[in-house]
């Protein structure tokens, strides 16, 4: 992804808190189709997993900066330059193109989710910057690997076994509208890996 701010520098890492929303054409919710859900999302991440990441990144020796908030676009195309100043006039910290529906349907199912961030570039607002390339993320990309792998490889030894007792584990059991015997047999069928337990 791409810095907003001097200080996440190509190949730092961030493990982001917060997001915020600029797609337009994705599909991001399990619900409708005769059952709504309305999902807390306050906080979109799970706590305890960016803490692990957080540790795991230190272990590892990566230069890794905890919190701040992802801005999510569209793409494919990069941001323009007026929209890169807007964006850091909003206070975002970095920007990508991906991670923001898959955290809503992460949080639907109950699965807990953190993103491990790797800096590829500062974008087009910086002016050693200002026309980023596909071959220079790309070469950020393959350097960051190794010490991704790194990171990983120490998060796995550092989760908690047992009972989870961070929010994503509960996140249905408020957030179901729909009165069970409204809910289409077909939708019981298909979402029952997620709804099972509240929904029969």
């Not at 596909?134 to 990983?152: C, G, P, Q």
């Not at 179901?176 to 077909?186: F, H, I, K």
Request: net charge neutral; glycine share 8%; with cysteine.
């Amino acid at each position: 992804m791409g810095s907003l701010k001097e200080k996440y520098a190509p190949l730092h890492m961030v493990i982001p808190d917060q997001f915020v929303d600029r797609t337009f054409k994705r599909a991001s919710s399990f619900f409708g189709r005769g059952l709504v859900a309305h999902v807390a999302f306050a906080h979109p991440f799970c706590a305890d997993l960016g803490r692990v990441l957080g540790a795991a990144c230190r272990t590892a020796g990566a230069t890794v900066h905890e919190g701040g908030t992802y801005i999510c676009i569209e793409g494919p195309q990069f941001s323009t330059r007026a929209e890169s100043e807007l964006y850091r006039s909003w206070g975002m910290d970095v920007i990508g193109m991906t991670n923001l529906t898959e955290a809503r349907l992460a949080r639907e199912a109950e699965i807990c989710y953190s993103t491990l961030a790797m800096v590829t570039d500062y974008d087009c607002w910086h002016p050693d910057h200002d026309a980023v390339t596909a071959d220079e993320i790309i070469k950020n990309l393959v350097a960051n690997a190794a010490t991704a792998r790194s990171v990983l490889r120490a998060a796995v030894k550092g989760l908690a076994d047992g009972a989870r007792r961070c929010e994503c584990a509960s996140a249905l059991s408020h957030a179901l509208v729909t009165a069970p015997e409204l809910v289409p047999p077909q939708v019981k069928r298909e979402l029952a890996p997620i709804i099972g337990k509240y929904i029969k």
